[in-house]
């Protein structure tokens, strides 16, 4: 039998799967702190499958750069591909900064304020990450808050979609729909060869390849690319039937194979070290394609939309920025972690438990009620006056 093809263009289980790839970033430092407590610095599972696992938990956040991709870049290819109206940069990224910017300062400046006393040099560190600059500085990248680098790359390519969507747009006037397709296929492919050989060209030519190339924007370009990639797949088959399910385990088993191939070779094999989140990120494009491409009631779908993964999606932000500085804080004062590596999974646990508590509170004071400045703001970006707005009414 035939599917329909997804009636409504909204992904909101998608949600969810940053708070996967936010708990596994989670586990990822907990198993890292976790082997502190010993002079050798092992791991508790050194030399096992397990430790494997483990060790290679810091490729999920390419999924954070792949589905932004997807998730911002979906509305621009609809108006590209449909002939609709521009995207105006402006309102654009002022929606964007509401979204990230009022919870980061509040992390950024609690942190840093906690963690530095006021040399010229921690305010230097403040500075930059403060303007999100930190990832240009091999040198404080990882200061105040250590994942702090990928909202500066990640701001990087907000800036990027303000530039290119308008020139996209003005580029696709007036062509036929096969002509726009092509356009956009052939820029989402070339942003990805670009990083790829960025990488490619820095790992093979530099002995010491610098952490603000590694975990800097053209590095992790080709992730957010092939988000933007996947999106404009899924609207030209918007009206085409859905995958059907053999299509979805074939595409999600090969999805697996790759994170297995990465996984296992990374600390061998020096090019796939190299191309280790490039992997994780085409992975992870797959196994979304295998979703977004499904029927709207498909059992994933179905799955995502479980309340429990919702709720873990809503708050991803607050568990991915705090946790960090959470257990930094902790160990500090030697509260409720032990770097011995026998406490990993009670370090884990406590961690998780904490973040999640925190992100919670931190939601509700400050996320959550800085959507509603986004209602102050016209499609422009304009300020829309209260009191104009009812006189004219």
Known sequence: MTQAPRASARYEELEAYRGVAALLVVLFHAYQFTREGTAAQTYLYEGTPLHTLFVNLDTPVAWFFTLSGFLIFLPIATSLLSSGSALHPGAFLLRRAIRIVPLYYVVILVVWTLRYTGSPENWTDLFEHLTFTHVFDSHFIFYTVGPAWSLGVEVMFYLLLALLGPWLHARATNRAAPAR?????????GLIALSLLAKFAVHAFMPTVPRAFTFGPIAHLDSFALGMLLAVIVVTRREQAPLGATARLAVRLVALALVAFTFGLRFQVDLVRTF???????????????TVLAPSASRMARRL????????GLISYGVYLWHEPIMLELAKRGLLVDPAPSAFWRNALVLAILAILVANVTYWLIEYPATFLRRAFDSRGRFIDPYEQARRK
């Not at 280790?276 to 394609?289: D, H, K, M, R």
Request: aromatic content about 16%.
């Open 276 to 290: 280790a989140y490039s992997l994780s990120g085409l992975a992870f494009a797959l196994w979304l394609a295998s």
């Open 181 to 189: 397709v092509r356009l956009l296929l052939a820029w989402c492919s």
């Open 305 to 312: 939309a479980h309340p429990v993964w919702a709720h873990v």
